[in-house]
């Protein structure tokens, strides 16, 4: 047992603030009074009560911490310095273009598990994080340290809700309720029993306390996984803590200090102020480590050529046959699953199963925390549901992240839904993501073999599936890979390039035959990797075609195929055609709307005339 002197810890918050303070100056920029705030906190968790090998943060059992109020940055790489894992003397490079110490954390830094600094993303993924420890049977606790003006976001309401619904007593919500927002006070200031309410309510054990007493900090802190439930502290604490010219004055977020009056403000700090250096930080337990480690093979599948087999349905064969030999894959969902066919994983795994309900932003963020532990999460909704988890996707992009997410129920094909539920805009969102891969299958075995290439590829994989069900082209033995595409329809004297993905494909392939027999030859890509495009292939047959390409797709002509295309191709002096949606759609026949929008093959027809 390693005796705590509170004296001490005292002392270590005051040279926290000093770092941040330094830290914020030298920059001239940045959040020294938010950091302030937290300072006790953060000295009672990183030297008292944290379990963590400070010379390796990516050690299995590790406690967990993240900093979800990410613009106090400075404190938490001030917490790394003291503990010796930062050299004090880089604290002072903060926010310059060759330092790591960024404005706020990224994973670039071993202790930085996950991005943040978007409000409101934090406990989500430390929800992931305490899932994936319980899935492991590992003991490490995950504290996520939040800022009270953050907890307006409804993204941190949906993760509270899964954790007490999972019971996640493994999980500590730390509250920093300094009262003043960037603008003004935050919505209800230092009424703390509001926040206690609302933690309450969700199904979690609530404890409020003095944010810069550091014996009740620590009292509370003993009682981590008391019972079932997740612990949520709050902690009442005033902004600029500890320096008498600006505790509790607004005005001061996101403004350092002169460096005349940060010398003012060390001058109040230093004499009570101790370094971290040496104090024993408790051990992590040495419990069996999780393997995570891929398999050598995946099953073989097997389809006819010409079976009608939607590839959404594809997508979940494909999530039980390679899931249920490589044991780093968990599956996420947003109450779509019977339409997502991840039931079928989740019927036969479910201890890797986990059920987000319809919260699709909390459900990425869970998931970003899942991949910060060593899994492989593929999540799955309706696409048109994940355009309100783009934040959630943007940051899971800057905290380079291995999720897998899978779309289904794609464009105007689906119907009689109508508009609301048409992912028509997905393509130009997900090829914005940092480091994305977007694929886009468009038959049951190109859509398995994807999901492959998916759990192959490291980063931000999307998977488009459609609802309609579609014939089986390819052979089993076809190889997809990333970056590639398919020539279905090549002879010499072609006209015309036709490249389409999913249901559009099959449009093409009518299309080519109709023109046939005019006498036309159309060559027709399946441009199933949208990012990277398969632009060889492409470019190739379009040398061949006279120059001219149509890209045909069901999804809106702003940022989709035609636009990844035309991107690719313009500056090889290729005209690039498009057929998209255009305009808003409407109930129908999924027939009736590829015809209204000229995407199906009497579409494509009239274009090839036309050109």
């Known amino acids: ?38 300072a006790d906190l953060a000295a009672a968790l990183f030297f008292a009560q944290m379990k963590y090998d400070p010379k390796n943060p990516h050690y299995y059992n590790n406690d967990r911490f993240i900093l979800s109020k990410g613009h106090a940055a400075p404190l938490l790489y001030a917490a790394w310095a003291e503990n010796g894992f930062v ?21 670039r830094l071993a202790f930085a598990d996950v991005a943040t600094g978007s409000l409101g993303q934090g406990l989500g993924a430390g929800v992931g994080m305490a899932l994936a420890g319980r899935l492991d049977c590992l003991d490490y606790n995950t504290y996520v340290l939040m800022g009270d003006g953050e907890i307006a976001e409804g993204s941190v309401w949906e993760a509270a809700s899964l954790a007490g619904y999972y019971k996640l007593n493994n999980l500590i919500a730390i509250v920093d309720a300094n009262r003043l927002g960037q603008s003004q006070e935050t919505a209800f200031g230092h009424h703390i029993s509001i926040y206690r309410k609302r933690f309450e309510s969700f199904g979690w054990r609530v404890e409020d306390i003095d944010g810069h007493d550091i014996e009740e900090i620590l009292e509370v802190l003993s009682g981590v996984g008391l019972n079932d439930q997740p612990l949520a502290i709050i902690a009442k604490t005033y902004k600029g803590a500890g320096i008498s010219f600006l505790q509790d004055k607004d005005g001061w977020h996101g403004r350092p200090l ?10 109040e700090l230093q004499p009570n102020a101790k370094s971290g250096m040496g104090v024993a930080i408790p051990k992590p337990n040495s419990l069996m480590e999780p393997k995570n480690v891929a398999p050598s093979s995946f099953p073989p599948i097997s389809y006819k050529i010409g079976d009608s087999i939607a590839t959404r349905e594809a997508y979940g064969n494909a999530l039980l046959r390679i899931g249920v030999v490589d044991t780093r894959i968990v599956a996420l969902d947003g109450d779509t699953k019977n339409s997502t066919y991840a039931d079928k994983f989740f019927k036969a795994v479910p201890e890797r199963g986990f059920e987000c309900f319809i919260a699709e932003q909390n459900m990425v963020g869970v998931s970003t925390g899942f991949s910060a532990r060593h899994k492989i999460p593929f999540s799955s909704t309706f696409a048109c549901f994940f355009t309100r988890a783009f934040d959630h996707i943007r940051v899971a992009g800057i905290s380079q992240s291995n999720l897998k997410l899978a779309g289904s ?18 393509l130009a969102m997900m090829r914005a993501v940092v480091g994305s891969t977007v694929l886009y299958p468009s038959d049951a075995v190109s859509a398995e073999k994807l999901v492959e290439q998916m759990v192959l590829t490291k980063g931000i994989c999307y998977l488009r599936t459609s609802r309609p069900k579609t014939a089986v082209l390819y052979k089993n033995e076809e190889a997809f890979p990333v970056g590639g595409a398919k020539v279905l329809r090549q002879n010499a004297g072609d006209k015309v390039t036709v490249v389409a993905a999913g249901v559009t494909l099959y449009e093409a392939l009518k299309a080519a035959d109709v023109l046939k ?38 999804h809106y002509s702003e940022g989709g195929l035609g636009d990844a295309v035309a991107g690719e191709l313009s500056v090889e002096g290729i005209k690039v055609h498009k057929l998209a949606v255009v305009g808003m759609p409407r109930s129908g026949k999924p027939n009736e709307l590829l015809a209204h929008f000229g995407i199906d093959a009497d579409g494509i027809v009239k274009k090839v005339k036309g050109l």
């Open 517 to 554: 027999n005019e006498g036309i030859g159309i060559t027709v890509i399946d441009a199933y990797s949208i990012k990277p495009l398969g632009k060889k292939e492409i470019l190739a047959a379009a040398q061949k075609t006279n120059n001219t390409v149509i890209t045909v797709e069901d």
């Open 258 to 267: 002169t460096k005349e009056e940060a010398a003012k403000a060390i001058a």
């Open 87 to 107: 050299p004090v003397d880089k604290l002072v490079t903060l926010r310059q273009f060759d330092s790591d110490l960024e404005g706020h954390p990224t994973p």
């Open 409 to 426: 129920h794609v464009g105007v094909s689906i119907g009689e839904d109508g508009p609301s539920q048409m992912g028509l805009e997905d």
């Open 1 to 38: 047992m390693i005796e705590i002197d509170i004296e001490l810890l005292k002392g270590i918050a005051n040279q926290l603030r000093i770092h941040s303070i330094n830290a914020t100056t030298a920059a001239g920029s940045g959040h020294p009074t938010s950091c302030c705030s937290a």
